[in-house]
């Protein structure tokens, strides 16, 4: 019984494994399969056969048609790559590229099909890696990301950007193309192309060096050094933080070159290598090849690019398990101070007045007739064609009148620190009114703040009487002072006075941001107004503010002209310590980061151009032309709206009309239909944009835009030079005259192998082939023992 017992157990394991086998080989065959199905189902579709997709369709068109064109890409060799200091303070760096498409990652399974191989400490790599990359948009972006592939992790060293849409079919394009340094990973792949096309990374740090040499010529300027260059340097390539780290560089290169002189031996190449302009160079063979024929790729003439990732203007740095996004705060400073000025102060706010001034009858003049107007459009909607035209004629003409202007936009909210602002804070009558103002004045003015404003109201219902104040301005100034000796009504800033020093961050006439650059003889202060990004300021107005000629030299994209100013225009503005914005939480900082980036969108928009616009036309300021002529074709039509009802009989036969009649119909009646125009233009937007047949047409009318477009790389590309003697050396490189070997499957061979097999190459003595060969003395062959080259689909050699 035992016996038959122990065979019943030994009976029973072996049922359990072989159903354990067997249920191994059944999940093994369902994950083949799978695998076999979902390879067939993200498998493309022929881009002949299904080339109609391409009007018809074209979001779905790029999803799901295989490539018109292939970009074969030959990454020979990169050279003064940005190396980083090692733990025993050596520079050093284990550089591999990655290509991505559009920002994504190539759509392949192989890594050699995306990625180089990994060379050893070294900024001169050879790698001579072939690859493709598959285009199916005319405008699609190649990027090129230079890695050093770390123990820990690859970290992103530089990058080369590159359009499809510039390069010519059929033809080779060998040379250096700059790398650009990681911190420019910002905004779109358009933008950062756009900027790389027209200025070299090692331009602008060339034109940053020469404004730092000569703000630092004089030491008392060595504060206002780095304002004054960021000024003079184009705001989307962050010059600023630029120039700092390249002086800082620059030192460290003179420390290195000095430890080697006191040492006695010569300065090493590392040295040179950090006082840089780029991030170095690679050494790129590029091919635009159709694969499908004329007709098929001018249907690919429809495709957009997807939408572009965008990267913001803040630079993602690690932080433990945190990601920390890098921001100025300063900056933000700024814009938020900026965005108040411009949309609160100048814009709602004056809006806000315009309309309170007529609609509390402050001039009855004016608004008596709009208040009859607004009756009789109540009573005829019909008679809106007259009351309309008329009102924008007059009240625009009323605006170029710049003192009644004054009192209908100006108020406790938005009235200027001044003699005239006071006037216009009083005229209001207004006790809340007057205590906004006085609490701006302590705010924005002395540097201070409120402590109890119900007390601050009963200071302010006493320094005006009858919309006139009792006092100066400069007396309104004393008594807040005063007050703020107790600190029990206002707290003022004991520190904030009318003291300046070279460098210090000013704010002009409660407006403009600028930098103190120097001390005028007469007593005024020299200053540089800050690149203002938000407006297009017109120079000769800005200069003929100030009381100064515009110089035969200054043009409107420089802003770091220096203009004297009187001190008491100037205020300190709120300074940013570099210590107080490291001891920001980050989750603060990225929310702040976060909302820096949604007012830059805006700030790209058309949404401040139009405001700039818009407030020169209304205030005939700048655009006298613009403005005059909306009033003469407001009044030509309230005139002939008045001739038509009263002239013109409604009964008439269409056939005794004049031409004057028929004109005067025409506008009237265009003008009374203006609803109906535009309910018309919204119904069609709604059906006809979204309708099969006009994504046809509109996918005509692409194609043929863009057929007569000529692809002008590489003389558009700045960041590219052709070096005829290195591409020679890349081609005497060739090794028996094969192919480049695959060094991922070759550090799977052992050493007894590699010497023996004639299709292995001893890699000594390809090593000595390349410093043999002329301009490649420095440059260093992959290592295929490296972790990162030791690829898992390579199959170990039978033995």
């Known amino acids: 019984q035992a016996a038959l017992a122990d065979g019943f157990w030994v009976l029973v394991k072996m049922d359990r494994l072989a159903n354990t086998e067997l249920s191994h080989l059944l999940t093994r065959s369902s994950d083949s399969a799978a695998d076999a199905l979902l390879k067939r189902v993200e498998q493309k579709d022929d881009f002949h056969s299904k080339r109609m997709r391409c009007v018809t369709n074209p979001d779905r068109a790029l999803e799901t048609l295989g490539p018109y064109a292939r970009l074969e890409v030959v990454i020979q060799c990169a050279k003064d790559l940005l190396p980083r200091e090692s733990w025993i303070g050596q520079m050093t760096l284990d550089p591999c590229v990655e290509v991505f498409l559009d920002d994504l990652e190539l759509e392949t399974e192989e890594k050699s099909a995306k990625q180089t191989w990994v060379v050893r400490g070294t900024t001169r790599p050879v790698w001579k890696h072939p690859l493709y990359v598959d285009v199916l948009s005319p405008s699609s972006m190649v990027r090129f990301q230079v890695y050093d592939d770390q123990v820990v992790q690859k970290v992103e060293m530089g990058f080369v950007e590159i359009c499809v849409g510039d390069i010519p079919y059929d033809t080779k394009i060998s040379g250096w193309f700059e790398v650009r340094f990681q911190d420019n990973l910002k905004k779109t792949s358009v933008q950062r192309y756009a900027s790389h096309c027209a200025m070299r990374e090692d331009e602008v740090g060339m034109a940053a060096a020469d404004i730092g040499q000569k703000t630092s010529s004089d030491p008392r300027d060595a504060k206002s050094a780095s304002s004054v260059s960021s000024s003079a340097v184009p705001v989307d390539l962050r010059a600023r933080r630029q120039v700092t780290e390249r002086a800082l560089l620059k030192t460290k290169t003179y420390i290195h070159s000095f430890s080697h002189a006191c040492a006695g031996s010569a300065s090493s190449g590392v040295s040179r290598e950090l006082d840089r302009g780029n991030a170095g160079e690679l050494f790129l063979q590029l091919r635009l090849v159709k694969v499908v024929s004329g007709i098929d790729s001018?249907?690919?003439?429809?495709?957009?690019?997807?939408?572009?990732?965008?990267?913001?203007?803040?630079?993602?740095?690690?932080?433990?398990?945190?990601?920390?996004?890098?921001?100025?705060?300063?900056?933000?400073?700024?814009?938020?101070?900026?965005?108040?000025?411009?949309?609160?102060?100048?814009?709602?706010?004056?809006?806000?007045?315009?309309?309170?001034?007529?609609?509390?009858?402050?001039q009855p003049l004016i608004s008596l007739p709009i208040f009859l107007g607004a009756c009789a459009t109540c009573i005829h909607a019909y008679w809106a064609t007259i009351v309309v035209p008329g009102t924008v004629g007059c009240l625009l003409s009323l605006n170029g009148w710049g003192t009644l202007r004054g009192k209908m936009t100006r108020g406790g909210l938005n009235a200027p620190f001044t003699q005239d602002g006071f006037r216009q804070a009083a005229r209001w009558r207004k006790t809340g009114e007057m205590a906004q103002y006085m609490k701006r004045i302590v705010e924005d003015d002395l540097s201070g703040s409120v402590q109890d404003m119900p007390q601050l109201r009963r200071y302010a219902r006493v320094v005006f009487r009858d919309g006139v104040p009792v006092c100066t301005f400069e007396d309104l100034k004393a008594i807040l002072r005063r007050l703020g000796e107790k600190e029990e009504i206002v707290k003022l800033d004991t520190h904030a006075d009318l003291n300046f020093n070279k460098g210090d961050l000013v704010i002009v006439d409660h407006h403009?941001?600028?930098?103190?650059?120097?001390?005028?003889?007469?007593?005024?202060?020299?200053?540089?107004?800050?690149?203002?990004?938000?407006?297009?300021?017109?120079?000769?107005?800005?200069?003929?503010?100030?009381?100064?000629?515009?110089?035969?030299?200054?043009?409107?994209?420089?802003?770091?002209?220096?203009?004297?100013?009187?001190?008491?225009?100037?205020?300190?503005?709120?300074?940013?310590?570099?210590?107080?914005?490291?001891?920001?939480?980050?989750?603060?900082?990225?929310?702040?980061?976060?909302?820096?980036?949604?007012?830059?969108?805006?700030?790209?928009?058309?949404?401040?151009?139009?405001?700039?616009?818009?407030?020169?036309?209304?205030?005939?300021?700048?655009?006298?032309?613009?403005?005059?002529?909306?009033?003469?074709?407001?009044?030509?039509?309230?005139?002939?709206?008045?001739?038509?009802?009263?002239?013109?009989?409604?009964?008439?036969?269409?056939?005794?009309?004049?031409?004057?009649?028929?004109?005067?119909?025409?506008?009237?009646?265009?003008?009374?239909?203006?609803?109906?125009?535009?309910?018309?233009?919204?119904?069609?937007?709604?059906?006809?944009?979204?309708?099969?047949?006009?994504?046809?047409?509109?996918?005509?009318?692409?194609?043929?835009?863009?057929?007569?477009?000529?692809?002008?790389?590489?003389?558009?590309?700045?960041?590219?030079?052709?070096?005829?003697?290195?591409?020679?050396?890349?081609?005497?490189?060739?090794?028996?005259?094969?192919?480049?070997?695959?060094?991922?499957?070759?550090?799977?061979?052992?050493?007894?192998?590699?010497?023996?097999?004639?299709?292995?190459?001893?890699?000594?003595?390809?090593?000595?082939?390349?410093?043999?060969?002329?301009?490649?003395?420095?440059?260093?062959?992959?290592?295929?023992?490296?972790?990162?080259?030791?690829?898992?689909?390579?199959?170990?050699?039978?033995?």
Request: aromatic share 10%.
């Open 298 to 362: 001018t249907f690919a003439l429809a495709l957009d690019m997807p939408a572009p990732k965008s990267y913001g203007d803040y630079v993602l740095e690690e932080e433990g398990q945190k990601v920390r996004k890098s921001l100025d705060l300063q900056e933000v400073v700024d814009t938020f101070s900026v965005v108040k000025i411009r949309l609160w102060e100048d814009c709602i706010c004056c809006i806000y007045y315009y309309v309170r001034y007529i609609a509390t009858w402050q």
């Open 512 to 799: 403009k941001n600028a930098t103190v650059v120097g001390f005028g003889s007469d007593g005024k202060i020299l200053i540089t107004y800050d690149f203002d990004k938000h407006t297009p300021d017109d120079p000769k107005a800005e200069a003929a503010s100030d009381g100064v000629k515009k110089s035969t030299q200054t043009t409107p994209t420089s802003p770091s002209r220096e203009l004297p100013v009187d001190p008491v225009r100037l205020r300190h503005r709120q300074t940013i310590k570099r210590y107080q914005a490291w001891l920001l939480p980050t989750s603060i900082r990225n929310s702040m980061a976060d909302a820096m980036e949604q007012i830059e969108k805006i700030e790209r928009s058309a949404l401040y151009p139009a405001l700039h616009f818009l407030t020169q036309v209304v205030t005939w300021n700048g655009r006298k032309c613009i403005s005059g002529l909306i009033v003469v074709t407001s009044l030509l039509l309230f005139a002939l709206a008045i001739r038509t009802e009263t002239v013109y009989e409604h009964d008439s036969d269409d056939d005794t009309r004049s031409l004057e009649e028929w004109g005067a119909v025409t506008v009237i009646t265009l003008m009374r239909n203006v609803d109906n125009i535009i309910l018309f233009i919204l119904v069609f937007l709604v059906f006809v944009f979204n309708a099969k047949w006009f994504n046809v047409f509109a996918s005509s009318l692409k194609v043929l835009s863009r057929l007569g477009q000529k692809r002008k790389a590489p003389d558009l590309w700045k960041f590219y030079r052709e070096d005829e003697q290195m591409e020679k050396a890349m081609e005497a490189l060739n090794l028996n005259g094969g192919d480049w070997p695959d060094f991922g499957k070759l550090a799977k061979l052992p050493d007894s192998l590699r010497g023996a097999m004639a299709s292995v190459p001893d890699l000594q003595k390809v090593q000595a082939k390349i410093r043999s060969i002329k301009g490649l003395e420095n440059f260093k062959l992959v290592d295929p023992t490296h972790p990162s080259n030791q690829t898992s689909s390579a199959t170990a050699p039978a033995k």
